[in-house]
């Protein structure tokens, strides 16, 4: 007796391969994982494998992208949320546990590993783009609501989130625990500084 077989639509096929290689990636880590394990993970043959990706590298770019469209839906949310304060919108959007959902921590952890300088650059280059433009609109609601005395720009925005990126995420320097919180203390005082708002009112920032 033969067996059907089962024909999915390419984009759902796309994403159980991206998923099987996910939980990989988490149990196993990234450097242990084969990309024949990856296979036996999705229950599908070398072939579909190499139809849809030529490394397990196209494999994490293709999450970098998922984590990119991700973040850019839910700071769009968040923002049109009229119901927010700009400030409970800052908090959602850089330290909530939602938007901490949304960044995948463990494929993120990969991403910041200095062999992966490449897909940083890519979430960097979109962060610069696309998130920095919207924070700058909460800004400006707050400046609105006298929260904030001066207006914050893109040009800013994109220069605080471009060094912290840098500095901290970029998986270059082995800060210590103590030292983080001095780096983000103090990015915490100049985005006040530039906002021109009272001490600590972004103390959020420096909490991780």
Known sequence: MSTKRVIKHPDVRKLEITRAAEILFRKKGYAATSVESI????????????????????????????????????????????????????KKLLRSPEKKEKINPSVMKIIHRPENRELQEELNIIAIKVIAPLLAKVFQQGKKEGVFNNTVSVESMQLILAGSQFVLDSGLFHWSSEQRKKFLKELQRMTEQIAGAKPNTLSFISSE
């Open 39 to 90: 296979i036996q993970k999705a229950g599908i043959a070398k072939g579909t494998f190499y139809y849809y990706f030529k490394t397990k590298q196209d494999i994490l770019k293709n999450l970098v992208e998922q984590i990119a469209t991700n973040m850019e839906t839910y700071f769009i949310s968040v923002i049109e949320d009229n119901h927010l304060s700009a400030i409970q919108k800052l």
